[in-house]
């Protein structure tokens, strides 16, 4: 690489990362005063909001990932595939760990460092336990591709061990499918195992239809909070109506492998999905300057432009990234269009800085929420209209149809749920 070219580098292939990568590339083919390098722990992009899809049977993995080698790249543009460990800010470079690694004729893993001017950190989110015993150890999480693999796999293979067991209690812990939290990723996730189990599942293993349950957990005294409470009216209609038993002001403080336990009161169960939090992801950054952070989840602070409020040179984005909305005076949650924003922001901001011109303030402008509930059946919030059952269902399906990386995801996706309306979901393991 030339010296004088700056280097950015961007660390998290996720929705802020990927986009931020793309906007660059956009720059990348008319300058060449910089070098944008994306370095990503997987070689493939997730499309994680439909992660609930593929858990019950409606997506297969192939539906919602993109290769990063397809991404755009050229001269000045490239992908890494490796597991970033730190930052140093003093030296200016990031190092990583790179599977495979060749150096001085020995193959194996090694570690990595490349020099920055300006670098994003969009390294995304994980699950947040808050410290209650057993969660770690004893529920699946929904985070990523795999996760949403071992959740089908669960449940499928719960179905088969409970056809080949003669305890009635066992049995019933076996086909009890517990969800803990009531926030937009609980209520999709509970909606669609309730679909699965009852539907498609319960077809090929009748016997147990009427043992099975499906329970949703939440601390709190309405679901999707972060919404109005129309939302919360709906959707505990709608799960009702799917077999769901929805449990509010329930607070777990312990599972364990064939409980769990909200105080006094216990469930016995031997499956339980947990999505009642997440928190940033780490990572080590040796730097003179102590970052601020929020406190709980772990987010860094950062200023209107996205840039870290120590360093100007560090930007973070989606998940990472604490930013305050002026007109609620709250942060901005962690969703996927907040982090596609994010990521193009920062693009921006970068090009802007390296060309010398003022910076882009990080503004937002509501698009509305939109939530799937079970085959066929959605909740939606556009520019101030509400929409439920077929529309709602639509406009899921547009929004998210158009947010896929690379054509190949779009019609695949697109097809899959064409055939998802004329057939059955997928039942096989993962």
Not at 35 to 50: A, G, S
Not at 116 to 139: M, N
Request: some cysteine; hydrophobic content about 40%; glycine content about 8%.
């Amino acid at each position: 690489m030339e010296t004088t070219k700056k280097k950015v580098i961007i660390i998290g292939g996720g929705f802020a990362g990927v986009y931020a990568y793309l906007e660059l590339f956009k720059y990348c083919k008319k300058m060449s005063c910089f070098d944008v390098t994306l370095i990503n722990k997987t070689d493939y992009f997730d499309f994680v909001v439909l992660s609930h899809e593929i858990a019950t049977g409606g997506l297969m993995p192939s539906d919602v990932t993109q290769s990063l080698h397809k991404l755009p790249k050229g001269e000045n543009a490239r992908f890494i595939q490796g597991t970033a460990t730190s930052l140093n800010t003093k030296e200016k470079r990031v190092f990583f760990a790179r599977d495979g690694f060749c150096k001085d004729d020995k193959i194996g893993g090694g570690m990595v460092s490349l020099p920055y001017d300006y670098v994003l950190l969009a390294l995304g989110s994980e699950t947040d336990t808050f410290g209650v015993p057993g969660v770690g150890k004893h529920t699946l999480s929904l985070k990523n591709l795999e996760d949403a693999k071992k959740l089908k796999n669960r449940i499928l293979e719960s179905f088969e061990v409970a056809r080949g067991c003669d305890n009635e209690d066992h049995i019933r812990e076996m086909l009890t499918f517990v969800v803990i939290g009531g926030g937009p990723t609980g209520v999709e996730l509970s909606a669609e195992i309730a679909d699965f189990v009852f539907d498609e599942i319960s077809s090929i293993y009748p016997e147990l239809g009427k043992k099975t349950e499906v329970v949703l957990l939440h601390s709190g005294d309405g679901l999707i909070s972060v919404m109005d409470k129309w939302f919360h009216k709906k959707s505990v209609k709608i799960l009702n109506k799917l077999g769901v038993q929805i449990l509010l002001n329930k607070k777990v403080t312990e599972v364990t492998e064939r409980n769990v336990f909200m105080g006094e009161e216990k469930i016995a169960t031997r499956n339980v999905f947990w999505s009642a939090g997440v928190k940033s992801r780490y990572l080590d950054i040796e730097s003179k300057n102590h970052f601020s952070k929020e406190e709980r989840t772990g987010r860094i602070k950062v200023n209107d432009y996205l840039q870290v409020i120590e360093d100007s040179s560090i930007y973070v984005a989606g998940d990472m990234a604490w930013i305050v909305n002026r007109e609620t005076n709250q942060p901005y949650p962690m969703r996927a269009q907040f982090a596609v924003k994010e990521g193009i922001t920062v693009a921006q901001n970068i090009i802007s800085d390296i060309n010398r011109k003022k910076k882009t303030e990080f503004l937002w402008r509501d698009q509305g929420f939109i939530i799937s509930l079970g085959r066929g059946g959605a909740l939606a919030e556009v520019f101030g209209m509400r929409f439920s059952g077929p529309i709602a269902w639509w406009l899921y399906r547009t929004a998210y149809l158009s947010k896929l990386v690379g054509i190949r995801a779009k019609l695949r996706t697109g097809l899959e749920w064409a055939i998802n309306l004329m057939f059955s979901r997928d039942i096989s393991k993962i």
